[in-house]
């Protein structure tokens, strides 16, 4: 875990090298084009880019008309108004007729920092996973978003994908495949199972470092596909581990941690804490400070960690 | 146009009003108001101007065309029935569970239905996608899309709208069904959009007025179309036009007719078919 790159940052890299291979793929962007880093990809290939201008809506129908013409649009701006302004568009224009739309969202969670609660979205799984037939990813560093931007075009059906603005340590290895709806086990233990997704993912990493400090050994699983669930990786590891954290930097309500809630409801029940935004808005600020207030820090997943543990052995 | 080709259209309209009284009457519920209203721009579009091949329903030259007032899907269907894209007796299975005529248009399941709508104000944009898509291709089918007066309350129309001009798509027609009401009553008294003609001209749109059930007018607008910039051809229709007891009645924007009010309803149609 050294050097520090924003998903944002591979997402632009990534299309610029998709759009070399296939013609069919063409950007959209809300005037964003800098913050998403589409800009890039704009650079190359003008003809194949398309800024809608302040007008996510629209920017969501259209991207829906092109793909019902045969292409493969990613349609770009901050993952709040992709998912909140311009939601029913997304159900109704690209879901419902499963258009190949990949909605690639930056600006996501309380990391976006100093621009504060409007522009935080802690919202936007819960409302893609809802969506019927939408894929959602949320991977955890650069090398794992490059991977999953070129699965996402693969895919035929529409993606949501899940980015940050802010710089985050790269935890995969740099030969990752990354395969769309497997959880990766990144570290094996036996005690608590954390499973993670977006830059909780190289919390969850180090909070397991600190675990083995105080004698607990903890299991740490990539989720970057929130939607489908990598059921059988998730079942495994709670049966082994008989405890589970979730961490997510999103609201615990219908994120990762409720997909994962539902799922062993059903199939394993087994206790389970989730790290998560609970119920709350962000606010400006220093991304560190924020992590720390919401809970989104190792020091809060060694925490949870310890109260799954209890509550297991004392029922 | 030609009196021969004006017959013909004036014909089908008829016909496809008939389809959409028996298939809303058999479903039991529907849209009869703006069904009616937008047949003969329906029958002027499918039988007069548009590139479309039953046979061949994804053929990627075709024109296509956009139902961005959803709710009026019995005529599309009526138009793609009387084409050849399904049986025109599978018409009367609208809203039926199982049937591929769902309420209102989907496009992963009926033949011919180039987007799925039904949500107002979403279809514009998706045209405007298509449009896109044909110039990046090179492809020379034309894009139309069909609004209603009331959608264009919705915000996402002037998005779309901006979009459209500022894209310079001389190959996009929309056509807006101005019928007047809504189903809180009229359009003007429940938002008022008035006036439309400077609006969609503000919007950097060409603008074209015709008499919404004059398919010589219908058609000649649509010859007249900019190639450099998107137009907007506004037609003045009648709610439930053809059907007397309906026409110009808000109360008739999403009820089915009775079977009684049915027979009534195609009798005054065989009357106008008689009187020509």
């Known amino acids: 875990m050294s050097d520090k790159v924003a998903t944002r940052a591979a997402y632009g890299k990534t299309l610029v090298a998709l759009g070399r291979e296939d013609e069919r793929i063409v950007v959209l962007d809300a005037d964003l084009s800098g913050s998403t880093t589409t800009a890039e990809f704009a650079r190359e290939f003008p003809q194949r880019f398309f800024n809608m201008g302040i007008a996510e809506a629209n920017m969501m129908g259209v991207a829906a008309g092109l793909a019902a013409s045969g292409k493969i649009p990613f349609a770009s701006t901050f993952a709040i108004f992709a998912t909140g302004r311009a939601f029913e568009q997304v159900r109704q224009s690209i879901a419902y007729p499963a258009f190949p739309v990949k909605i690639a969202a930056t600006h996501a969670g309380v990391s976006v920092g100093a621009d504060g609660a409007s522009h935080q979205s802690i919202e936007d799984v819960a409302l893609m996973r809802v969506i019927p037939g939408m894929t959602v990813i949320c991977p955890c560093d650069a090398v794992e978003t490059a991977g999953a931007v070129i699965a996402a075009a693969r895919h035929d059906g529409p993606v949501y994908l899940r980015l940050g603005r802010h710089p985050v340590p790269v935890v995969m290895p740099k030969n990752h495949v990354f395969t769309l709806g497997r959880a990766e086990r990144l570290r094996q233990g036996s005690d608590v199972v954390l499973l993670a997704s977006g830059l909780m993912v190289s919390v969850c990493l180090e909070a397991a470092d600190l675990l083995a400090q105080q004698g607990m050994s903890a299991e740490v699983i990539n989720v970057s596909t929130i939607k489908p669930l990598d059921k059988a990786a998730i079942l495994d590891a709670a049966k082994r581990c008989r405890a589970v954290v979730t961490a997510e930097e999103h609201s615990v309500i219908g994120g990762l941690g409720s997909a994962v809630a539902a799922l062993l409801a059903q199939k394993c029940p087994t206790p389970l804490e989730m790290v998560g935004i609970q119920d709350r808005f962000g606010q400006s600020g220093d991304v560190p400070p924020l992590l720390e207030e919401y809970g989104l820090t190792p020091g809060a997943v060694v925490a949870a960690a310890e109260r799954v543990i209890q509550g297991r052995c004392m029922n | ?276």
């Open chain 2, 1 to 276: 146009m030609d009196i021969t080709t004006k017959t013909r259209l004036e014909k089908r309209a008829r016909e496809m009003r008939r389809h959409i009284l028996r298939m809303i009457a058999a479903a039991g519920s529907g849209h009869p108001g703006g069904s009616l209203s937008a047949a003969d721009i329906m029958a002027t579009l499918y039988f007069h101007v548009m590139r479309v091949d039953p046979q061949r329903p994804n053929w990627p030259l075709r024109d296509r065309f956009v139902l961005s007032k959803g709710h009026a899907a019995p005529v599309l269907y009526a138009a793609l029935a009387e084409c050849g894209f399904f049986p025109v007796e599978e018409l009367t299975s609208l809203r039926e569970f199982g049937s591929y005529l769902q309420g209102h248009p989907d496009y992963k399941q009926t033949a011919g239905v180039d987007a799925s709508t039904g949500s107002l104000g979403q279809g514009l944009s998706i045209a405007v996608g298509m449009a896109l898509a044909a110039r990046l291709d090179a492809k020379d089918y034309r894009v139309f899309a069909l609004l209603g007066d009331g959608e264009l309350q919705e915000g996402q129309i002037w998005e779309a709208a901006m979009s459209a001009a500022h894209y310079r798509l001389g190959h996009l027609v929309a056509l807006v069904d101005c019928n007047g009401l809504q189903i809180d009553g009229e359009v003007e008294r429940v938002m008022s959009i008035a006036p439309l003609k400077e609006k969609w001209q503000a919007f950097g749109w060409y603008c074209l007025e015709v008499d919404g059930h004059a398919v010589d007018q219908i058609a000649h607008a649509i010859d007249e179309a900019s190639t450099v910039r998107p137009t907007v051809i506004l037609a003045r229709t009648i709610k439930g036009r053809g059907v007397p007891f309906m026409e110009g009645r808000a109360e008739w924007h999403g009820k089915a007719p009775s079977s009684d009010q049915l027979q009534d309803a195609l009798a005054a149609l065989n009357k106008e078919d008689e009187d020509v």
